[in-house]
């Protein structure tokens, strides 16, 4: 006999009418709500909900009996909240996410900031339930397999809570520093400035260069013609190579010249870009063609050599292997302690990680500017526990595959 | 030992995994020569690598061929362990190509030898992040054509016991190889741009993929059921993944991803 809708065991019917619902609640209190996006509670309140989350849940699980109980670990209900979480997702990754307000129907609908969105705040609340009760559900007994269900399920969880509770207490904060001068101000994403506790001084701003590169440039369109014409060639005195129809000798190059009465010479002045001369012969026409060739600065115009009607040879801008600064971080007045930080290179420092993230791209490498993030998470450890617990229990996936008994293990 | 006497330890590597690979093809079962071949190749190209950073005195991840160097040694690596571990022929076969593939394009491409990576990409994490999801899309790549074979036996009325049991195991492998891959990801990216998740329409397409493999696992727990809608999931996964890894270039939301290259 078919069961009634609502009648227990709760199945896929349900479990979908929940989610469904709950979607549609979110997207209703969205319409209807005057503010725009959702600020979760901060420390102190952050941390009590996740105590009293799952102290509910582990709680309920093993005082109540009752088929309510059983459907929220059930794999309906699993499905029910993957499969709605996934559709927003996927309209977040079809929809631009900005930050305009009001309008269209898709930012009423809080489609254009999904994650700070009521329908995106109820289905993954409705997801940690259902996670949750499932973790607590296959925790007994503890044997290999149950704790690698374990470390994958309470792994997610944990990961998906911190980095959404914990959110409300990162701090992300851009800093433009200018060499020599200490600064004390910060600004958020939308540009709200921030007093820190300390200040940041820029000794010096570094960056290291790949040596410049000639192509073609195709006249019609301003581009490197990597494609039709070859790559892309890095200089070094000396060096013979071919364009198409011409050859290419490179006599002289300087990492850093400057022009003069007779061409150019090699100079340490700021702003004296990379500079070689060579000669050019059309295997064609045999013409040769001498001259200089420079990427250019912010203070030497750039130059190149016509070639045909369509074809230039020039020197592309050379491309930043690595960049740092040296920055001296003021803890009082007196106290400070010097530290460098590179792209991919961090520092730690008063519980503040400071990152490189840019400089003044039109000065180069002789910028004076260095634009740095800082950043205060004190939920990462805890969202790492969860990442290492999902690490480990993927290997166990990846040995173990989905086998059930021992006799299974070999596939043909 | 420099990028000279680079060709010798290519022929040996290509050499080796390829005679194992025909070894093992043949209908008559040979012992140990095989796993000989299979290691030797991996030897080899890790003592190349190995005298190639005595000589140069650094680690040599700097530059793309380098890169690809240990693109080879790791893929061929653990496609061997998976071998050992699941008999899988064709994914011993995938991934000895692939590296054999890495190998060749050096050798074909003296000039990138000094094409170098911009800064972002100078970092550990690099080279793990990509070895995973190749793996990973090649298990899950496979898993869909498996979607198929069985959507297929199905319509000719044939079992698909045998089918979907494989792309089980073949998902769940593929499956752990994403969750490498995204949380590697995620540890790179809070060491590069300072937060382990920035919903960049690379991360958020790849996290889609792991959803919709997600939801597949668990459709598949009562396994007697539900075959079909299986089968179906299995094979429109495919199209997420294809999404993630191909098309976000030419999403309109994904104008300013950090994954997308020109």
Same mark, same amino acid.
């Given at each position: 006999m078919r069961r009634r809708f609502w009648e227990y065991p709760w199945g896929y019917r349900e479990s979908f009418t929940i989610g469904i619902v709950l979607l549609f609640l979110g997207f209703f209190i969205e319409l209807v709500s005057p503010v725009d996006a959702i600020y979760l509670p901060r420390w102190p309140f952050n941390f009590i909900l996740i105590l009293v989350l799952i102290a509910y849940i582990y709680i309920s699980y093993r005082m109540v009996k009752h088929p309510f109980m059983k459907w929220l670990s059930s794999v309906p209900a699993a499905i029910s909240s993957i499969s709605l979480f996934t559709i927003l997702v996927l309209l977040l990754g079809f929809i631009p996410q900005t930050d305009e307000s009001g309008g269209s129907l898709l930012v009423d609908l809080g489609l254009t900031h999904v994650t700070r969105s009521w329908p995106y705040i109820l289905l993954s609340f409705y997801l940690l339930i259902i996670l949750g009760y499932t973790t607590v559900r296959r925790s007994f007994p503890l044997n290999l397999k149950n704790f690698a269900f374990f470390l994958n399920h309470a792994g997610l969880w944990i990961v998906i809570v911190a980095a959404s509770l914990g959110s409300s207490d990162l701090r992300r904060l851009n800093m433009t520093l200018q060499e020599n001068q200490a600064v004390f101000r910060a600004y958020d994403g939308e540009g709200r400035a921030y007093q820190l506790p300390f200040a940041i001084k820029l000794l010096d701003f570094h960056i290291k260069e790949y040596p410049p590169s000639i192509g073609l440039v195709d006249k019609n369109t301003g581009q490197f013609a990597i494609d039709e014409m070859g790559q892309l060639i890095a200089v070094e005195k000396g060096l013979n190579t071919e364009f198409g129809q011409w050859e290419i000798n490179i006599d002289e190059y300087y990492e850093s010249g400057f022009p003069d009465s007779t061409g150019y010479t &090699?100079? &340490?002045?700021?702003? =004296?870009? %990379?500079?070689?001369? @060579?000669?050019?012969? +059309?295997?064609?026409?045999?013409?040769?063609? =001498?001259?200089?060739?420079?990427?250019?600065? #912010?203070?030497?115009? +750039?130059? #190149? @050599?016509?070639?045909?009607?369509?074809? =230039?040879? =020039? @020197?592309?801008? %050379?491309?930043? @292997?690595? !960049?740092?600064?040296e920055i001296r971080f003021f803890t009082s007045m007196k106290e400070y302690e010097d530290i460098t930080i590179k792209v991919n290179k961090p520092a730690k420092i008063n519980g503040w990680t400071l990152y490189q993230t840019? !400089?003044? &791209?039109?000065m180069g490498k002789?910028?004076?500017?260095?634009?740095? &993030?800082?950043?205060?998470? %004190?939920?990462?450890?805890v969202v790492y526990v969860g990442i290492f617990m999902m690490l480990l229990g993927s290997l166990y996936l990846v040995w173990m595959g989905r086998t059930t008994k021992k006799t299974e293990n070999e596939l043909d | 030992m420099n990028w000279t006497d680079y060709s010798i330890y290519m022929i040996l590597s290509s050499g080796l995994w390829i005679l194992a690979l025909i070894i093992l093809v043949l209908p008559r079962k040979v012992k140990v020569i095989p796993d000989i071949f299979l290691l030797g190749g991996v030897v080899s190209i890790v003592i190349f690598t190995i005298g190639l950073w005595l000589n140069l005195e650094r680690p040599p991840f700097r530059t793309l061929a380098e890169t690809r160097l240990w693109y080879a040694i790791f893929i061929s690596l653990i496609g061997i362990i998976i071998y050992y571990r699941w008999k899988l022929l064709w994914m011993l076969a995938y991934s000895l190509l692939m590296a054999i593939l890495f190998l060749f394009i050096n050798y074909m491409n003296p000039d990138t030898f000094d094409k170098t990576l911009m800064p972002a990409l100078r970092s550990p994490w690099f080279i793990p992040h990509v070895i995973v999801y190749i793996i990973g899309y090649a298990f899950l790549a496979v898993s869909s054509l498996m979607g198929l074979k069985g959507l297929y036996l199905m319509y000719r009325n044939k079992s698909t016991d045998k089918t979907i049991k494989l792309a089980d195991n073949i998902v769940y492998i593929g499956f752990a190889f994403l969750t490498f891959g995204l949380l590697f990801g995620a540890l790179w990216a809070k060491e590069a741009w300072g937060h382990y998740w920035t919903w960049d329409p690379k991360e958020t397409w790849a996290f889609l993929t792991w959803l919709v493999y997600l939801l597949y696992i668990h459709f598949r727990v009562n396994k007697r059921k539900y075959v079909k809608s299986s089968l179906w999931i299995l094979s429109l996964a495919f199209v997420v993944l294809l999404i993630c890894w191909f098309g976000i270039n030419y999403l309109p939301s994904a104008q300013n991803s950090v994954h997308v290259y020109s």
């Open positions: &090699e100079s &340490e002045r700021v702003g =004296a870009p %990379p500079v070689v001369h @060579m000669r050019v012969r +059309n295997t064609i026409t045999d013409e040769i063609k =001498a001259g200089w060739l420079t990427s250019g600065s #912010f203070i030497v115009p +750039n130059k #190149f @050599m016509h070639l045909s009607d369509r074809w =230039a040879i =020039a @020197m592309r801008v %050379p491309a930043p @292997m690595e !960049y740092s600064s840019g !400089y003044d &791209e039109r002789w910028s004076q500017v260095s634009i740095v &993030e800082i950043v205060k998470d %004190p939920w990462l450890p | -």
